[in-house]
């Protein structure tokens, strides 16, 4: 599926799972719908599984969206709290859209929990409280954290352990949310053949001595490193000791940078903990650095890699020589939590960090030029296969070492992607076969029950005789047109005082959308 095709069925309000492989596009298509909604008058929520993802996507993390905070569990007081809490539960209200980005990191129970609290405070027996949700990831990337404990009342909690798998994709709220899989296979970060048949061997299990010889060519020893390089480790430990030993051998004067931050001070954590940058920015004449963050004006993006040569003589900033020979003055920038339109939390940074070295974590979302990779020490599933795709080609590959689950991906995944795969090329079909006026018809009615305005050349044209009863049998939470029937009958229905709910289930349509009409048919106010 190519992003265009996954844009247009994002665009008709059905629950979607955004996946494909590293560098496909996932983030752009989504940026892209997310400013098309915002752009319609929208209200979006953007959150991830991390901090650090929720930096790259400009959002928050689910788990403070949702108010579940580190809760592993949920009971009806947990809920009762939430729900009571009039900055969430506004916050949960005026969204329309609720995007979960980074979803291979987020476990079944967190997720699970996260449907509760939006059908709880929006008051709603619909899954996810009538919100479009749309899950963006990879599941072949790192799994999430799961700590295992036995519960003295496992009776209390609302969210029952349904299943052994700690995947997402597994829990009851993905299953209900009925999702389409966009699987996008265009490729925009890799254009080296060889190195892309080398990580799709590793997706599909198939990797082989070929494939390991090709890795082989890549060792480096430790004392022939190349020069302005990033090494990747799988430990927090080796990061450090590295950025901070080849720092201090640097004989120059060190500058200082401070984050300063506003807002309230647990959202200003959960950004300092998700930003590439430090609080505390040290840096030399000569400190190899990653920019963290994209700037569309002074041509640098998260993954862009330079040295510092000088500090700008009035401003002080550092002065950074990229790989191809740019000099960019490195002004200070801001990561956010925006909502409604409003900041309610800032930290400003210098946007670099040292770059001698980063963990795998960390590096995930990111597109380099070049890393030094020690593999050795890998010890989860999809840890070595997000080290090795950060890089776009087999030449800018450099491996001290790996070990034998370095080029493993989870057996459940493996299994799970290939239903993935045939959902998508079914997803495919079903809409490519819509012609292309109702197709936009069927955006514009969709953003239209949202409550926003429709921008498009459409918007006054009008479609006769739609027949989209096809699509809703394959994907039933797919937006269906209102018709000038359709409006008659639940006039005679709404004189009869059947309630909303009672309505809904004639009409089988959210309850929401239920509301949303009545309103526009100026029954109720």
Request: hydrophobic share 40%; charged share 30%.
């Amino acid at each position: 599926m190519t992003q265009k095709e996954a844009l247009n069925i994002l665009k008709t309000g059905v629950n979607v799972f955004l996946t494909g492989e590293p560098g496909a596009g996932k983030t752009y298509t989504l940026n892209e719908y997310v400013n098309y909604l915002r752009s319609s008058g929208v209200e979006v929520a953007i959150t991830a599984s991390t901090g650090i993802a929720a930096t790259h996507i400009g959002g928050m993390t689910i788990h403070s969206w949702s108010g579940i905070g580190i809760k592993r569990k949920l009971d009806k007081y947990d809920l009762d709290k939430i729900y009571s809490s009039e900055y969430i539960s506004k916050r949960i209200n005026r969204a329309k859209v609720l995007v979960i980005d980074e979803v291979s990191m987020l476990s079944s129970e967190t997720l699970s929990m996260v449907e509760a609290v939006c059908r709880e405070v929006k008051q709603s027996d619909e899954v996810f409280g009538g919100l479009q949700v749309i899950f963006v990831g990879d599941f072949f990337q790192l799994p999430p954290v799961v700590k295992r404990v036995e519960e003295q009342d496992p009776q209390a909690t609302l969210i029952p352990n349904e299943r052994e798998s700690i995947f997402a994709y597994d829990c009851f709220a993905w299953e209900n949310a009925k999702p389409v899989v966009c699987y996008i296979t265009e490729q925009y970060r890799q254009d080296d053949r060889e190195f892309l048949s080398i990580l799709s061997a590793i997706r599909q299990n198939t990797f082989n001595k070929n494939h390991l010889y090709q890795i082989e060519k890549r060792k480096v020893q430790k004392d022939n490193f190349p020069e302005n390089i990033p090494k990747l480790f799988s430990h927090n430990i080796n990061v450090d000791f590295v950025n901070d030993e080849t720092l201090s051998k640097i004989e120059k004067e060190v500058k200082i940078f401070t984050m300063s931050s506003q807002g309230k001070e647990i959202l200003v954590s959960i950004l300092q903990k998700g930003c590439l940058s430090p609080e505390k920015l040290s840096l030399k004449i000569g400190a190899e650095v990653m920019f963290t963050k994209n700037n569309q004006k002074e041509k640098f993006v998260n993954g862009t890699l330079g040295v510092v040569v000088d500090f700008h003589k009035s401003s002080k900033y550092p002065i950074v020589k990229t790989k191809n020979n740019r000099l960019i003055v490195v002004e200070p920038m801001e990561w956010s939590v925006e909502e409604n339109g409003k900041i309610r939390a800032k930290i400003i940074q210098i946007p670099l960090r040292l770059a001698w070295a980063i963990t795998v974590h960390k590096s995930q979302g990111m597109s380099m030029d070049g890393a030094i990779m020690d593999l050795s020490h890998v010890f989860e599933y999809g840890q070595g296969y997000v080290a090795l795709s950060r890089v776009r080609r087999l030449s800018g590959l450099y491996i001290i070492g790996f070990n034998e689950k370095a080029f493993q991906v989870h057996p459940d995944v493996l299994l799970k992607d290939k239903i993935f795969r045939t959902a998508s090329i079914d997803a495919e079909k079903v809409f490519s076969e819509i012609p292309s006026d109702k197709l936009t018809k069927m955006h514009d009615d969709f953003v239209i029950s949202l409550g926003g305005k429709v921008i498009s050349k459409f918007k006054n044209k009008k479609i006769v005789n739609n027949n989209f009863e096809e699509i809703r049998k394959k994907f039933p939470n797919a937006y269906r047109p209102w018709v000038k029937d359709d409006d008659e009958k639940l006039r005679i229905l709404f004189a009869k005082n059947m309630s909303v709910k009672d309505i809904a289930k004639e009409f089988g349509r959210k309850r929401g959308a239920i509301t949303s009409r009545l309103e526009k048919l100026e029954l109720v106010k």
